[in-house]
């Protein structure tokens, strides 16, 4: 096991120390009733049972404590070869995205659709989420906990980012910056948008080229009405995917997408040899439920047959 924030820990112990000392919420008060063996005072058996509530608060407080340290366990991977690639989708959540194509869905709703398809087949690979429109944030880095990452994807609507711009070039270096310090040396961006840059600071084209110079491929993927004639958008796409060593693609519906997602994948080999890796699994869950359920206790009988009077 490994403490990923040790520090925390240690300001939340000094913060109870401090509140201990104060004598608030800890201190003892002067009177029990409702216990029939604390007619003539307690002892033994009896006075451990009566300490039971504070027992169970410092527990839950200790508990918490280590939650907020972050304890972790590690699987060491063997060095060989192993499937699995590191992903990051770049999704359009400009308002442009609510307009509905073919089959009577939103192109957003198209590419969400299609996105979680995709990420259920991956299982090997590591993807993260970044969504833009007139400015880009990481929804979620990269991870192999797909079962949250499809969570968050379907929450994603259009509104989560300000503006109703598309900034493709910012998207594009957010995804960048998630992929540089991966560990496979299959690093790929999907870019999933149905136009043009709008906003944003950074030209497309550049944000490629910065992309091709840390070893990561965008793979474009237009969005769009079946038939429609190229967009001026559409060339901008090819561009950056030809200066990254990517591939540019058109789709419409959540069938079109999905086939598009899995022949970008036949595309880009899966195969690494790597050195012994270790993956983290974080356990600050655990300790949170268990801290809840002492400190809901520990109320429960402060309320009831511990009650104390003043």
């Not at 091709?212 to 559409?234: K, L, M, N, Q, W």
Request: glycine letters at 10%; charged letters at 25%.
């Amino acid at each position: 096991m490994r403490i990923e924030e040790p520090w925390l820990g240690l300001v939340a112990l000094l913060l109870l120390m401090a509140r201990a000392a104060a004598g608030s919420f800890f201190r003892p008060r002067r009177m029990v009733f409702s216990l029939p063996f604390r007619k003539q005072g307690a002892a033994g058996v009896g006075r451990l049972f009566l300490q039971l509530p504070l027992t169970l608060r410092w527990g839950g407080v200790v508990l918490l404590v280590i939650a907020l340290m972050r304890p972790q366990v590690e699987r060491q991977i063997p060095a060989g070869v192993q499937s699995g690639r590191d992903i990051v989708i770049a999704l359009d959540i400009s308002r442009s995205m609510l307009e509905i194509d073919a089959g009577g869905e939103s192109r957003l709703d198209a590419a969400k659709k299609a996105a979680l398809r995709f990420v259920a087949d991956r299982s090997q690979d590591r993807i993260g989420l970044v969504v833009f429109s007139e400015s880009a944030v990481t929804r979620s880095p990269l991870t192999r906990d797909h079962r949250t990452l499809g969570f968050l994807l379907e929450q994603v609507s259009v509104g989560d980012v300000s503006g109703s711009g598309t900034a493709v070039g910012p998207a594009v270096l957010v995804a960048v910056n998630r992929l540089r310090s991966a560990e496979s040396p299959e690093r790929v961006v999907i870019l999933l948008t149905d136009g043009e840059q709008n906003a944003g600071g950074v030209d497309p084209v550049t944000a490629a080229s910065i992309a091709a110079e840390h070893g990561v491929r965008i793979h474009a993927v237009s969005t769009g009405v079946p038939g429609e004639p190229d967009r001026r958008g559409d060339g901008m796409l090819r561009e950056m995917a030809a200066l990254s060593g990517g591939g540019f693609f058109r789709a419409s519906d959540p069938g079109d997408l999905l086939t598009t997602l899995r022949e970008i994948i036949v595309q880009d080999s899966g195969r690494m040899q790597h050195d012994p890796l270790a993956e983290r699994r974080e356990l600050y869950p655990l300790f949170l439920l268990g801290a809840g359920l002492l400190l809901a206790a520990a109320l429960v009988m402060d309320s009831t047959r511990f009650r104390r009077l003043p």
